[in-house]
């Protein structure tokens, strides 16, 4: 196979040896990519304190039979010799349309609403970005902002500049003075304001398109990179990314410059994204597959909620990163709603699980039932809401589910299709709390028409 070879997998789907593995089903690759990604993941393995598995591909079975099965992550991995990996979300979904939806179009919506991603200036929904891995299309949205960063010059600012000089301008620094100018009375070495663009975010943003040049996989960006780097001559790349980071002002002279530089810190320092590489892979940009569904939940319902009728906390939830683990405290809430009218507290959270009716409590983890009691004594609610997304099975099976204890109903089961995810959550808030909840589109259609 060639050196450009892309595969595809879904969560909880796995990886087989091709030609020699027995075991049924899968997706194979060819022996020599499956050890390389063998050894990338015990490479990022994970120490969980929970006892539970939460690595990017856990590693079953023995000999030619061994397998790599995704589960927890979704994201995008490159290999130093071009070949693509990508681990995509498991659930399939429609839109508001009934147009069945693919994976990768889920993974991309769901990406749109983490707000640590600068995606604002840059169009997801188009097929260029269905086409390329999710780290390829970051590299697109970073090109996007530097475009116009150049168009609009880079910005310039008074920078210290030290130098043995002939001449005498600002001030003397003594102590270099002393040691270079012994035999040299003629010079002084001196400190003195420039005006330049040498400064601390140009110099990030040069590092960056030099960074994202040496591993794209696409020769079109690498041609976009190179013609970019070219105006930034007369900068220099940055020698401490973390100082450099720490002298950038955003002010209103720095207009432009704002998504250009959260994108550098998520490609230079992994902020807010995993981003990662190891001996035989350029890169890896990996996602938690229940921060994003708990992100498009909590994105959805803060675009959705009146606020005069419905105050809505919502909760900063943590997960893990590679090679850092989870925290101890789980039991932690996405959101915590309050009916103006009444006072009635909600609290909701999202839980990124494929339920079946076939399973005994349709596949609810015991781990889910008791942190529901711990929520509900935390937050000092009424009830308790466990939104998970909605299947071909569960689509099918009307049933209503609750936990109940002696006082009364706790806790629900709410299915959305995240599909169509605002017409899904309005129809699980107005059977909570009675109330009709518009989406946003015909909440901004109704102000439009008054």
């Known amino acids: ?22 075991v049924e089903g899968g997706v194979a690759l060819p022996a020599d990519i499956f050890e390389m990604l063998e050894s990338f993941v015990f490479e990022k393995k994970m120490p969980d304190p929970r006892g539970i598995n939460s690595y990017m591909l856990d590693s079953e079975g023995e000999g030619n039979n061994r397998i790599l099965r995704a589960g927890g992550y979704v994201g995008a991995m490159v290999f130093k010799d071009g070949t693509q990996i990508e681990i995509l979300p498991m659930i399939s979904a429609k839109n508001s349309k009934g147009e069945e939806l693919s994976n990768k179009r889920i993974f991309l919506n769901m990406l749109k609403s983490m707000r640590n991603l600068p995606l604002t200036n840059y169009n997801m929904n188009n097929r260029a970005s269905e086409a390329l891995n999710v780290f390829e299309s970051f590299i697109l949205a970073f090109i996007n902002e530097v475009t116009g960063i150049v168009k609009n010059g ?95 002002v955003l002010d209103r002279s720095m207009a432009g410059y704002g998504n250009a530089l959260r994108w550098a810190e998520i490609f230079l320092l992994s902020r807010y994204v995993t981003v ?13 597959s229940g921060e994003l569904f708990d992100n498009y939940t909590a994105y959805s319902l803060s675009r959705m909620l009146d606020n005069q009728r419905f105050k809505i906390e919502l909760q900063k939830k943590r997960y893990p990163r590679l090679n850092r683990p989870m925290p101890r405290d789980s039991a932690q809430a996405l959101a915590v709603m309050t009916s103006r009218a009444d006072g009635m507290r909600v609290v909701i959270d999202s839980k990124w699980q494929g339920l ?47 936990f109940k204890n002696e006082d009364g109903i706790l806790g629900r089961v709410y299915f959305v299709d995240i599909g169509d995810m605002e017409a ?15 989406d946003s589109e015909k909440r901004r259609a109704a102000g439009a028409a008054v």
């Not at 349709?362 to 308790?384: C, H």
């Open 1 to 22: 196979m060639g050196k450009r070879d892309r595969y595809k997998l879904r969560e909880s789907d796995f990886f087989k040896i091709d030609g020699l593995s027995e």
């Open 154 to 248: 880079l910005k310039q600012s008074y920078q210290p500049f030290e130098d043995n000089e002939h001449f005498l301008k600002g001030k003397v620094i003594y102590a270099k003075h002393a040691t270079k100018n012994f035999a040299h009375k003629d010079k002084f070495y001196v400190q003195y304001d420039v005006f330049t663009i040498d400064r601390p975010e140009n110099r990030l943003i040069k590092s960056t398109l030099k960074y994202l040049r040496n591993i794209t996989s696409s020769a079109r960006s690498r041609n976009k990179l190179d013609s970019l780097i070219a105006n930034f001559d007369g900068v220099e790349y940055s020698q401490n990314y973390k100082q450099d980071f720490a002298a950038s």
């Open 276 to 288: 990662t590489s190891g001996r035989n892979v350029a890169y890896a940009v990996i996602f938690p």
């Open 356 to 402: 079946s009716s076939n399973d005994k409590n349709m596949g609810i983890l015991q781990t889910d039932i008791y942190d529901l009691y711990n929520l509900l004594e935390m937050y000092k609610a009424q009830s308790v809401c466990y939104i998970y997304p909605s299947t071909p099975q569960t689509r099918e099976d009307n049933r209503e589910i609750c």
């Open 424 to 438: 899904s959550l309005a129809v699980v808030l107005e059977h909570i709390f009675g109330q009709k909840i518009e």
